[in-house]
């Protein structure tokens, strides 16, 4: 086996940042066996597509007859991650799409100079009157938001269905009775309570004193929230009879909402890279949200 492929599996291994080890385990063979690869030894043929397919390359890259990456990058992509370990695979997942961000677009190389990787960019996400700072492209695919900084890292891509944005969206009338809801006093307070505690059901009268609230307005509000499913009831038997409980409905959805409401609200001052090349409207004029109540 050439000296090529001894000095180009050793050479990929570390531009991953893996150790031999680790090579070893997504391959399937020891970390003795890998040293012994890059030392000058011969891999089984038969590992060799497994080898290329680890470090995301072709055979033809792997001989060093071409730097041509693997066209299907999901299986490296996989492996990739799975050799991070648990507790940082969504930042070092957010530093690639925040990575690859300029290209999603034709940009002028002085722009595309300005975008890097999380925490390179930005030491805070706020500036001194707390305004976050956003990034926003806007395609004719889709769009692309997102808060490039070390402390508060948010990617968001929304790629447009085939039949438009609206053809997902829900009826009119949910939205209406869902953001009325929410308008309420002391329903945030209850949402925040929920969601702080663990998943665990509550009584009218707890939440109400939770939040400091009377029992029928605590009743009336998580009523109107259990018709918008934004919590979850079932009933207890006690000794004077059943009784109502409630508990968060969706431990995933709140957080991500809250954060996008607060996107749409910030001020203006927040934005400090923005590019629109997309020429169509953001929602198509033939098909308007639908109205049902």
């Not at 929304?158 to 953001?179: I, M, T, V």
Request: charge should be negative; glycine fraction near 6%; proline fraction near 6%.
């Amino acid at each position: 086996m050439s000296q090529q492929l001894n000095q180009t599996i050793a050479a990929l291994r570390k531009e991953k940042g893996l150790t031999q080890e680790q090579l070893g385990q997504l391959v399937g063979v020891s970390a003795q066996a890998v040293s012994k690869w890059e030392k000058g030894g011969t891999p089984d043929v038969e590992l060799l597509p497994v080898i290329a397919d680890t470090l995301g390359v072709t055979m033809d890259t792997l001989f060093g007859r071409s730097s041509d990456k693997a066209e299907n990058i999901s299986q490296p992509l996989t492996r990739w991650l799975v050799s991070i370990p648990a507790g940082e695979r969504l930042d070092r997942m957010f530093e690639l799409l925040a990575a690859s961000y300029s290209h999603l677009v034709d940009m002028d190389p002085a722009i595309t100079d300005i975008i890097q990787p999380m925490g390179a960019l930005l030491p805070s996400c706020y500036t001194g009157d707390r305004i976050w700072l956003r990034s926003g492209l806007s395609t004719e695919e889709g769009f692309a938001l997102g808060v490039f900084a070390r402390d508060f890292p948010l990617y968001l891509l929304l790629p447009e269905p085939p039949a438009g944005y609206a053809s997902q969206f829900a009826p009119a009338g949910d939205y209406r009775a869902l953001f009325s809801v929410l308008s309420r006093e002391g329903a945030l307070e209850i949402l925040y309570y929920l969601y702080s505690r663990e998943d665990a059901y509550y009584t009218v009268s707890a939440l109400a004193h939770r939040v400091g609230l009377t029992p029928e307005q605590a009743q009336s509000i998580l009523a109107d929230m259990n018709r918008c499913s934004l919590v979850s009831k079932t009933t207890i038997e006690t000794q004077a009879g059943s009784e109502p409980v409630y508990a968060m409905a969706d431990n995933s959805g709140l957080v991500p909402f809250l954060y996008m409401a607060r996107w749409f609200m910030e001020n203006a001052k927040g934005w400090y890279m923005q590019w629109n090349v997309r020429e169509k409207p953001t929602l198509r004029p033939d098909q308007p949200a639908n109205s049902q109540d």
